[in-house]
Structures are given as C-alpha cells and as structure tokens.
C-alpha cells in the first residue's frame, strides 16, 4: 500500500518544481508587467496607479504607430512568402529526388543560425560598400548599387529578406510532413482514377494541408510580432525608424529611455496580438478533438 501511495505522488513530485518555475517566471512577471503598465513607472517600478495612461500614452505616440504599420508591413510578406515557397519545395521534396536528403538540409540549415547571426551576415552581405553590391562592382558592372539597408523606402524589405530565408525551410518540413502523411491508399485511388501531376495535389493531395497550414501559421504569426534580434542585428530599428518594430520600441522605452510604464504598455498590447492568435486556434482544437471523441464514443 505504501508503495503505491509512493508510485501515485512521485509524478506530480517530479513535476512540481519546473511548474512553479514556469508559474513564477512566467505568469509572475507576465502579471507583473501588467501592473507597471497601469502605473507611473519611469526609470524605476513604481506604485503610483494610473490606469490607462501609459496606453493612451502609447497610442498618441507616432513612434509606435510607425512601428505597427512596419509591423503589419512585415507580417504580411513574412507569412505569405514562406508559405507560398515553403509549398513549392515540399511539392518538390515529395518527388522522392535522389537528393533529397541533402536538399533538405540545405534548405532547414537556417533554422540552425540564430536570428542575430542571420542578421549580421545579411547585413554584411547587403552593406554597399563591403557586401555583394561591391563585389558586383569588382566584376566589372560599376554603375550597380543595392543601397536598401540606408533607403528609409527599402530598408524594412532587407528584414523580409533575411527573415524569410531564415524560416521557408521550416515551412517546408511543416507542408513535407502533411503530404507525407497522406494515407497511400488514397493516394493510389486517386491515381488509380487518373489523377496525375498537377490534379493530384489540386484535388486530393493539398486540401489535405489544412492542420499544416495552422502549425505554420501559428508559428509565423506571433514570431512576426516578436521579432526583435534580426531587427537589432540587421537595420536597428533605421535609418531613422523605417524599420522599428514593436519589440524594438518597447525594449528601447524599458530599458534605453527610462520609461519603463509605456514600455511595459507596449508589451502588453504584443502580448494581446499573440493571444488574439493562439486562443482561437487553440479553442478550435479544443472543440475539434471533443468532436473526433463524441464521434469515437
């Protein structure tokens, strides 16, 4: 009797420490900064309540407006391209090439690379004087220039470049492992009814994506809205502030220009875009998993 009283408390036991870690570490200060964002917090945490001031604060700031049109700017060609070429290899991929194997490492080797490496050597890359530009200009076509990193126009897009080449071999392994996972029996019948090449992912092989395209999604989503190290890396935030996101802006205010309270507003309005993502999605798991066991019971 004692062992199994024994057995039935180890787990829980075992468990309790990365949960109260997890609880304080991360609700904790998840709550915490919460509250500073409803006081008169400065260079320093204060208890002064103040309400909504640091949000009204906020959103009469033009800074941060800039940052939320870059934003919505990025996110939109973040999610779409990834997608869009994350697709076109995994098609590629499912066509059992001999190669496939290396190809595939090549193309998930940027996931390996932090996002502050990733960065600097873009940046290098698309420096005009020391990058590629110069080295097309050695090779003899000097009239060439690819100045996007100081072209206040331009210079959000040398972001997406860099992000997207980052994060398409992770959309590819996402679709690659929703095809592979389309039962051969269908696959077969429906070769079987003539369906070859192009029909076959039209009609039978990508409606099937759905659950990849939501992983997908939910991952490209809240990682825009929290983009922070390639911005740093890459383009800090300029010239001027054509490339700032909210991440940037909101550790910039915390901890550069000691107005902790409007930093940890701007925190908080990213935390409510990430959520406004994740809990429909996980709601409708939720629901979908109750249908699948009604439908089993």
């Known amino acids: 009797m004692k062992m199994k009283l024994q057995h039935h408390h180890l787990p829980p036991l075992l468990i309790a420490p990365s949960l109260i870690i997890c609880l304080l570490f991360f609700y904790g200060f998840m709550a915490w900064t919460g509250w500073i964002s ?3 917090s400065g260079l320093l945490p204060s208890n002064e309540f103040v309400g909504l001031m640091q949000y009204q604060r906020l959103f009469a700031d033009e800074r941060w407006l800039v940052a939320l049109a870059n934003l919505a700017r990025f996110a939109g060609l973040f999610i779409m391209i990834p997608l869009a070429f994350g697709l076109l290899l995994a098609v590629l991929l499912d066509q059992k090439l001999r190669a496939e194997g290396a190809l595939r490492l090549i193309y998930l080797h940027p996931m390996a690379l932090s ?12 420096d005009p004087e020391l990058g590629l530009p110069q080295g097309v200009r050695q090779l003899g076509f000097t009239a060439f220039r ?6 206040e126009q331009m210079a959000l897009y040398t972001l997406v470049i860099a992000a997207v080449w980052q994060i398409t071999g992770f959309v590819m392994a996402v679709f690659l492992a929703g095809l592979r996972g389309v039962d051969d029996a269908v696959v077969n019948a429906a070769r079987l009814d003539g369906a070859r090449g192009f029909t076959l992912y039209r009609r039978i092989l990508l409606p099937t994506l759905g659950p990849s395209l939501f992983s997908a999604l939910l991952v490209l989503l809240p990682a825009s809205i929290k983009s922070f190290d390639l911005v740093v890396a890459l383009t800090d935030g300029g010239p001027g502030h054509a490339s700032e996101l909210p991440a940037l802006y909101m550790f910039q205010m915390a901890f550069e220009r000691s107005r902790l309270g409007l930093g940890a507003a701007s925190a908080m309005v990213m935390m409510m875009m990430v959520l406004s993502i994740a809990l429909p999605y996980a709601y409708a798991r939720g629901r979908a998993s109750k249908r699948q066991g009604a439908g089993h019971a």
């Not at 690819?146 to 072209?151: I, K, N, T, V």
């Open 38 to 40: 409803l006081t008169r």
């Open 115 to 126: 996002l502050i490496v990733t960065g600097t050597v873009w940046r290098w890359l698309l």
């Open 146 to 151: 690819f100045d996007w990193l100081a072209d």
